[in-house]
T-cell receptor, first 112, second 115 residues
Framework: QQKVQQSPESLIVPEGGMASLNCTFSDRNSQYFWWYRQHSGEGPKALMSIFSNGDKKEGRFTAHLNKASLHVSLHIKDSQPSDSALYFCAVSLSGSFNKLTFGAGTRLAVCP | GPKVLQIPSHQIIDMGQMVTLNCDPVSNHLYFYWYKQILGQQMEFLVNFYNGKVMEKSKLFKDQFSVERPDGSYFTLKIQPTALEDSAVYFC?????????????FGAGTRLSVL
């Protein structure tokens, strides 16, 4: 059964700093990888996805995937107080109808 | 952006009663999902639903659970009868299509408390 683990559990970065979030998965048939962000009182909202090894950049956010080492990461450049939220890594297997396995989340606090 | 609405936001019921959780998915979406999150734990897949049928379900989707979307109205999760271990936040999601590249849009969740 797929296991998705995130680290660290919580992270504090100064405004303008770089936040780095990590995620490991266990199933080598994993195909698509998502980062979701959840602000208090809201549902998770998709930030970005990645499926090929390497980096994918969208604005201040960069995802990195290394399937061989079963690792995906999210880096947030120039962090803003509005980035303070719970971040989830979610993984889907090939052949599944978009059935996601979520990690437990990393709580990010960006301090002015 | 696209919004998924969940009603109610909080439901309190006595063990053994029936409960129906309602979800208003994004209007043109065709695939629907329920996820369960017990306090302090990660969100877990329950079921996905397309064209009036359950496509996949997890072992958490017990026999007491059922889903339906009659005539394009709310997508519902019914639990009958409820048990104490059903206390959790239930998140509904929808997507335009079923492939793994399609974004899931989540509602804000319904917190179910079974007493």
């Amino acid at each position: 059964q797929q296991k998705v683990q995130q680290s660290p559990e919580s992270l504090i970065v100064p405004e303008g700093g770089m936040a780095s979030l990590n995620c490991t998965f266990s199933d080598r048939n994993s195909q698509y990888f998502w980062w979701y962000r959840q602000h208090s009182g809201e549902g998770p909202k998709a930030l970005m996805s990645i499926f090929s090894n390497g980096d994918k950049k969208e604005g201040r956010f960069t995802a990195h995937l290394n399937k061989a080492s079963l690792h995906v990461s999210l880096h947030i450049k120039d962090s803003q107080p509005s980035d303070s939220a719970l971040y989830f890594c979610a993984v889907s297997l090939s052949g599944s109808f978009n059935k996601l396995t979520f990690g437990a989340g990393t709580r990010l606090a960006v301090c002015p | 952006g696209p919004k998924v609405l969940q009603i109610p936001s909080h439901q309190i019921i006595d063990m053994g009663q029936m409960v129906t959780l309602n979800c208003d998915p994004v209007s043109n979406h065709l695939y629907f999902y329920w996820y369960k999150q017990i306090l302090g734990q990660q969100m877990e897949f329950l079921v996905n639903f397309y064209n009036g049928k359950v496509m996949e379900k997890s072992k958490l989707f017990k026999d007491q659970f059922s889903v339906e979307r009659p005539d394009g109205s709310y997508f519902t999760l019914k639990i009958q009868p409820t048990a104490l271990e059903d206390s959790a936040v239930y998140f509904c999601a929808s997507s335009l299509a079923g492939g793994v590249q399609n974004t899931l849009y989540f509602g804000a969740g319904t917190r179910l408390s079974v007493l």
